[in-house]
């Protein structure tokens, strides 16, 4: 090997480099024990679990047809919000994103590359769990586009807010705070219990939420076979300005 | 490619400033590091060496003074300079359920010419836990890995973060030697180190930074001649006459009988001081067994300079 070390420096095409960075991302999160808890095992365990036994009242209509919108807005909470703090915050903790922050891969490019690393994983969760609703009789409605759009929106809100929690709290608290945020959410959030079983003044408040907006707007289309439900729409575009937004101006990397 | 600018230093500081609230870390430091060479950054805890190195990676900005790495700015110039220049933290910058292999990879990935993996995997002797996760590895494998990170890239300038802090003597060796083939190939290495013997067996240049500044900056032979006196030992027969023996040496030496048989003489050590001492020997009928003239390590050189009691 001599002269192995000469010097012959330069950054790798950045299309490849995202492509090289979503790829790791996703690996690290599939191989996660903890993150597949709550990104594949409990949204499953929901759907099939309350599908089949009558244990909470979702209305009129099969109980799938309820649930089946919720538990994806569910996937989309642990995978976009849950799993990307608890990692990100690691990641700010173990100097990951600071050695990364010395080699050729930009921020912008890390950020790209954790999204696609979240579609990816979403993309996987959304075909198991509709795999699972078919079979236990699911029949959706609706625009298929309406409901991209809903996730979309739904992955930017969260997002946002994940990683501003990572990039502002200890990792031990990031996960502390956002397996919590996660259980309030879901019982909170019209995921499986109906936003119609809490009190008017509550229900107000909760339909604020983006867990609310994403898993009405999901099951309006889904369910109801509704057209774009602009409300929902909005709510979370306000979220993910509002979370992103601050991410932006918050994130400490270090 | 590299070297078409040898006359220009590869990183240039001066004047640095950093404070941390109201703690001064860096306080006016100056720092030339000729392109090519290897320069060790030699310093007690808290001596400010982590903080001026980071400086130079782009981590932190200065308060004060300038910073030129590879004649640009690490903050403006990031973009330019990152592909450009290896890094080695102190710890961590890992995934913990990353494998190591993998980990080297993904880093060589993000660059136009790596090096190739395998052979460095194998060069490191991390040949043993491609496969295994990052928070498994023993901390010696941990600064391996971290070492090989930091060359993959093939960069033109390398920072090295204490690569040798927790190394078995083994490991050790292997590093220092990879680190000699980097600056023989042409890379310059900027190291910082609380080992004397490290400065001493890999640096051009040494500079020991004390309080946020540099206090003595020069190669290891330079910086053990300067001052610093040195001494020499002998062995002869238990309880001679040392009080007479300094009589008949220069004002400044001083002699003492260390242990039983065995003598130091202190002072500007050169060959009439040894002439006066086997002199002296002879006149009082003592055989001078062992002469040997100690030369002044780097290590002394470092506690005259930054002083001998314990840092908190």
Same mark, same amino acid.
């Given at each position: ?36 808890l ?47 703090a ?6 700010r ?5 600071? =050695?990364?922050g ?52 739904g ?22 705070a956002a ?5 309030l959410?879901l ?21 604020l939420?983006?867990?609310s907006a ?8 889904? =369910? ?7 409300g ?11 979370g992103?937004?601050a991410?932006?101006?918050?994130f400490?990397?270090? | ?7 220009? %230093? ?41 903080t ?6 782009g981590?932190?900005?200065p308060?004060?003074g300038?910073?030129?790495?590879l ?8 973009m ?9 933290l ?5 995934? %913990? ?7 080297l ?7 136009a ?30 600064q ?8 993959v890239?093939?960069?033109e300038?390398?920072f ?47 500079a020991?930074?004390?309080?946020g ?33 300094v ?9 003492i009988?260390l ?23 002879a006149?009082h ?8 003239v100690?030369?002044h ?16």
């Amino acid at each position: 090997m001599s002269a192995a070390f000469a010097p012959r420096p330069g950054a790798a095409p950045v299309a490849r480099m995202i492509r090289a960075q979503a790829a790791l991302e996703t690996r690290m999160l599939l191989r996660n024990g903890e993150q597949l808890l709550l990104t594949v095992v409990i949204p499953t365990l929901l759907l099939t679990l309350f599908s089949s036994v009558d244990i909470v009242d979702t209305g009129k209509g099969k109980a799938v047809d309820f649930l089946a919108p919720g538990v994806l807005a569910l996937a989309v909470l642990s995978t976009a919000f849950t799993g990307q703090a608890i990692a990100t915050g690691f990641e700010r903790r173990y100097g990951v994103l600071k =050695r990364l922050g010395a080699s050729p891969l930009p921020r912008w490019a890390l950020m790209t590359a954790k999204t696609c690393s979240v579609l990816v994983t979403e993309v996987l969760q959304i075909v198991l769990l509709t795999v699972i609703a078919f079979a236990l009789g699911w029949s959706p409605h609706g625009n298929p586009l309406a409901v991209v759009l809903l996730i979309i929106l739904g992955t930017a809100a969260f997002s946002g807010l994940g990683l501003l929690m990572a990039g502002t709290l200890r990792a031990e608290a990031t996960l502390a705070a956002a397996n919590l945020v996660f259980l309030l959410l879901l019982v909170g959030g019209g995921v499986i219990v109906p936003l119609a079983k809490f009190p008017d003044a509550a229900r107000s408040v909760l339909e604020l939420l983006p867990i609310s907006a994403l898993s009405d707007g999901l099951r309006a289309v889904l =369910r109801d076979g509704a057209g774009v439900p602009w409300g929902d729409l909005g709510i979370l575009t306000g979220w993910a300005v509002l979370g992103l937004g601050a991410a932006a101006r918050f994130f400490r990397w270090e | 490619m590299c070297s078409a600018f040898s006359g220009a %230093p590869a990183v240039e500081v001066h004047g640095l400033v950093k404070r941390y609230g109201n703690k001064t870390a860096v306080d006016g430091l100056d720092l030339s590091v000729a392109t090519g060479t290897l320069t060790a950054v030699l310093g007690p805890n808290g001596a400010g060496k982590t903080t001026t190195i980071e400086t130079c990676e782009g981590y932190r900005r200065p308060d004060a003074g300038t910073v030129r790495v590879l004649g640009l700015d690490p903050v403006a110039d990031a973009m330019a300079l990152r592909p450009r220049v290896g890094v080695m933290l102190q710890s961590g910058g890992v995934y %913990p359920g990353a494998r190591a292999e993998e980990m080297l990879r993904h880093m060589a990935a993000l660059h136009a010419h790596p090096l190739d993996v395998d052979q460095l995997i194998e060069r490191l002797g991390l040949g043993g836990c491609g496969r295994t996760a990052y928070r498994r590895l023993s901390g010696g494998q941990q600064q391996r890995l971290s070492l090989a990170m930091a060359v993959v890239g093939r960069p033109e300038l390398v920072f090295l973060d204490e690569p040798t802090a927790g190394l078995d003597p083994q490991a050790r060796r292997a590093t220092w030697e990879l680190v000699g083939e980097l600056r023989a190939d042409g890379v310059t290495v900027v190291l910082t180190t609380h080992h004397m013997e490290e400065a001493e067996q890999l640096a051009d240049d040494v500079a020991i930074v004390d309080g946020g500044k540099v206090i003595a900056q020069g190669s290891p032979e330079e910086l053990c001649r300067g001052g610093a006196e040195n001494s020499l030992r002998f062995s002869g027969r238990p309880g001679l006459d040392v009080s007479a023996l300094v009589k008949a040496l220069p004002a400044d030496c001083a002699a003492i009988e260390l242990t039983p048989g065995s003598y130091r003489v202190s002072g500007a050590v050169g060959p009439q001081l040894l002439a006066t001492v086997t002199t002296w020997c002879a006149q009082h009928g003592v055989m001078p067994d062992r002469i040997v003239v100690e030369r002044h390590t780097l290590e002394d050189v470092f506690l005259e300079l930054t002083g001998r009691e314990l840092r908190s």
